[in-house]
């Protein structure tokens, strides 16, 4: 499915197939500081591929601009039967393609498909400082339901609070 961006570029969202892990691989080498500052790195090749052998039952959308991966969507299911139906929410989006709706968009689409294939509610943990992300999360219905002071380290060695928020599909 295709989607036009703020500035008119348009964009096409689509599953993760196979034949696009490397693809998805440069897309995250080639991420600023900035765009990773509040994120979990090395992402390198052994770290996407762990996420992907972890996804069975959950779900993974690309972005693409041509054949450059520019955003990665991800809902992870949790295994055990308690947690049936409850996943976990995973973005990135390309420095070049921030805050031009895109990260609204896979957030409102992979929780259309979320709860089309059964997910009952999905969370995410975002850092307090990133208000970008927070106001995609926001757009997209999730609700802020904490906050843990301090629960994230940056490379410069100073502590964010991160929010937990949270939506029921």
Known sequence: MDYRLKDGRVVTVRPFKPGDFEAMLAMFQSLSAEALRFGLPPYDRARLERWISGLEGGILLLAFDGRNV????????????????????????HQDFQSEG????????????????????????????????IKAYERAGFLHEGRMKDGFLDDNGKYHDQLIMGIIL
């Open 70 to 93: 520019v955003g990665v969507v991800m809902i992870f299911g949790r295994g055990r039967a308690r947690f049936r139906g409850i996943g976990e929410f995973v973005t990135y989006i």
């Open 102 to 133: 895109l990260g609204t968009f896979l957030a409102r689409t992979i929780l259309q498909e979320a709860k089309a294939k059964g997910f009952h509610r999905v969370s995410l943990e975002v850092v307090a400082d990133n208000t970008g992300a």
